[in-house]
């Protein structure tokens, strides 16, 4: 099993940044893909971005691409997620995933709460 621990959500005003960071631990020989979803009330879990580990490859999703940046260190077994001029409707709970691919993500975080207020 491949345990994920999320960190540094929090509350900020719009504009502001944030960076998240999640950690895998456990049998993290079987991961190469790290990513990130979110999901806001109401509404159905969104995918944000996503880092491979054997190719270096990272893809962010349409609605963050130019505000958000993912990066990671596999030595570390650990991505972040740097949000950048963030808005209002980025207000969601997000959750760190792995896998042995991209979309194929068998673990799933807790999740972190980030809220933007107006």
């Known amino acids: 099993q491949v345990q994920l621990v999320e960190s540094g959500g929090g509350l900020v005003q719009a504009g502001g940044s944030l960076r998240l960071s999640c950690a895998a631990s456990?049998?993290?020989?079987?991961?190469?893909?790290m990513g990130w979803f979110r999901q806001a009330p109401g509404k159905e879990r969104e995918f944000v971005g996503a880092?491979?580990?054997?190719?270096?490859?990272?893809n962010v999703a349409d609605s963050v691409k130019g505000r958000f940046t993912i990066s990671g260190d596999n030595g570390k077994n650990t991505e972040w997620l740097q949000m950048n001029s963030l808005k209002p409707e980025d207000t969601a709970v997000y959750y760190c995933?792995?896998?042995?691919?991209?979309?194929?993500?068998?673990?799933w975080g807790q999740g972190t709460q980030v809220t933007v207020s107006s």
């Open positions: 880092i491979t580990w054997s190719t270096g490859n990272t």
């Open positions: 995933v792995a896998g042995p691919g991209i979309w194929l993500w068998n673990y």
């Open positions: 456990g049998r993290t020989f079987s991961i190469n893909a």
